[in-house]
């Protein structure tokens, strides 16, 4: 996954431009998306709902 990557791609902050998690069940698995103002949307698919969750 993404790990320090994605911390420092999209860095937890506060008001309008901070970052927005979906998640969404997909068959089997879970995926994750990531979307921020002025970034390109990141996404990965998890067994379950709180690797998604962790990983975002």
């Not at 902050?13 to 002025?38: C, F, L, N, V």
């Not at 990965?44 to 962790?54: G, H, L, N, Y």
């Amino acid at each position: 996954m993404l790990g320090e990557w994605g911390r420092m791609l999209f860095p937890r902050t506060t008001g309008y431009d901070s970052p927005m998690a979906y998640y969404e069940k997909r068959g089997d698995a879970w995926r994750a998306q990531i979307r921020r103002k002025g970034y390109p949307t990141i996404s990965a698919t998890f067994d379950t709902k709180a690797e998604a969750q962790r990983w975002a």
